[in-house]
């Protein structure tokens, strides 16, 4: 457990709890967290699900600019790297995640939103990538993952401009899937993820491979790694689960070992 970064079990969902006050400031040390977090979730067995929260103020403000702010050339250039890989750690969590956001998610903070599968937020949460008004631009994942999200356009426009988007607009944009009330953002996110915990958990890797790594690459490739997984669930106790639940009780009656 780390410092500033924790994973929290309860009923099968895996919370990777941000805890830097006041704002959640991401420097290099809550980055490696952040990272040992996501290793975490993705080996224990009894985390089915993750949310990613930075509790009921803040989900995280951005980078840590005063760390950052006199690293020159050459010290970037050897830690930009582990920045970009720490947070696609959690890209790679072969579950079902979702960003609990409340407060501000900025720069560092809205690039790790973007990690997840999906992102719930506070109807007075303020979402966006800010750096260019710091003569930078995104580092860790902003420019690709905002761009794949919303379109180039989109994206061009939000990271160009620097603008801090409100929840309402953010939705219609396409950078949060649903707003709901700020003090109700942590149950929703668990009750998202809480779909999951008893399913088939083999299914849900594949999906989230096939469709992340469809993304990376052309569509006969994608249908090539798709057609692979697909094949590949047919050694697995759960397509036997599920489909001989289907034949004999029908649809939506399986029981899944996660096996």
Request: with cysteine.
């Amino acid at each position: 457990m780390g410092e500033f970064v924790r994973l929290e079990v309860e009923g099968g969902i895996g919370t990777i709890r941000l805890d830097r006050p006041p704002m959640n400031a991401l420097n290099t040390q809550v980055q490696e967290e952040i990272r040992a977090a996501a290793g975490e979730a993705t080996a224990r067995a009894d985390v089915r699900a993750v949310v990613v929260y930075g509790g009921e103020k803040v989900f995280a403000a951005g980078a840590d600019i005063k760390e950052m702010a006199d690293m020159s050339y050459a010290q970037m250039a050897e830690r930009a790297g582990a920045l970009s890989s720490s947070f696609t750690a959690v890209a790679e969590i072969p579950k079902p995640t979702v960003a609990a956001i409340t407060g501000y998610a900025l720069g560092g903070g809205f690039e790790l939103a973007l990690c997840c599968d999906r992102r719930i937020a506070g109807d007075n949460a303020k979402v966006g990538q800010p750096e260019i008004l710091l003569g930078i631009i995104p580092g860790a994942g902003g420019t690709q993952r905002l761009s794949r999200l919303v379109g180039p356009s989109k994206a061009k426009d939000l990271v160009y401009t620097g603008r801090m988007v409100p929840a309402e607009e953010a939705l219609a944009l396409g950078m949060v899937d649903e707003v709901v009330a700020p003090d109700a953002v942590h149950d929703a996110a668990r009750s998202w993820a809480g779909q999951f915990v008893n399913g088939p958990a083999r299914a849900f890797a594949a999906a989230k491979a096939a469709i992340d790594g469809g993304l990376d690459t052309d569509l006969n490739n994608g249908l090539r790694l798709e057609s692979h997984l697909f094949a590949a669930l047919f050694a697995t106790d759960d397509q036997k689960a599920g489909m001989r639940s289907f034949i004999e009780n029908g649809p939506g009656k399986a029981t899944f070992s996660g096996k």
